[in-house]
């Protein structure tokens, strides 16, 4: 539901049902099932990670998630992109949500704005951003953040790592390709990223 307060509620589930399973459930439109390549970068540009995220574009999308979803069909870096027309602060909860979670937070230029925090299985509690800032939502499975920081020996924290704005822009297109969905890429951040290969 949306949250009045100007608030958006992300309903939080990440896990990642396959395809079938999320069809049965609710009549999304087809690029809802598609997984885009964005990467990860570190504070020098350079890519660590390249995420493979459904996006949730639509607020039935954004209040779907990926609930109900076991953590054995979640793969490594599998994950959902919540994006929203503006930035602001946001709320999230866990309802029907069977795989325990991170979620972060990003700003406009993609880059992390608060450190991710860990959700707990079926957790009706609302959990808000503490930015204002928030552009992008991510969700990926429990730990993913803390594995990453340790295998390329990046220091945990805001201004340590950003999603790819290029790569969000990219796949935003990719998927309006796929079923024409409205959705405001002139309001996210210039595609001006240099990135180290």
């Not at 396959?18 to 990860?40: A, I, P």
């Not at 959990?127 to 928030?134: A, L, T």
């Not at 309006?176 to 409205?182: L, N, P, V």
Request: hydrophobic content about 40%; proline content about 4%.
């Amino acid at each position: 539901m949306i949250f009045p307060f100007y608030y958006t509620i992300c309903i939080l589930s990440i896990g990642h049902r396959k395809h079938h399973n999320l069809k049965t459930n609710q009549g999304f439109k087809e690029g809802f099932y598609n997984k885009f390549d964005v990467r990860v970068l570190d504070a020098n540009d350079a890519p660590v990670a390249t995420l493979k995220l459904r996006l949730a574009l639509e607020e039935s999308e954004q209040h779907q998630g990926l609930m109900n979803i076991p953590d054995d069909e979640l793969e490594k870096n599998d994950g959902m992109l919540f994006l929203y027309g503006n930035i602001g602060q946001r709320v999230l909860w866990m309802k029907n949500t069977i795989t325990p979670l991170d979620a972060a937070w990003f700003g406009l230029n993609g880059g992390l704005v608060e450190e991710p925090v860990a959700l707990h299985v079926l957790d009706l509690t609302y959990r808000y951003s503490k930015s204002k800032n928030v552009q992008y939502e991510l969700e990926m499975n429990q730990g993913f953040w803390n594995n990453l920081f340790q295998e390329k020996g990046i220091t945990p924290g805001i201004g340590h790592v950003k999603l790819c704005v290029n790569d969000i822009r990219q796949a935003i297109e990719d998927r309006k390709s796929i079923d024409h969905i409205d959705f405001p890429v002139d309001k996210l951040a210039p595609s001006v990223m240099t990135v180290a290969h």
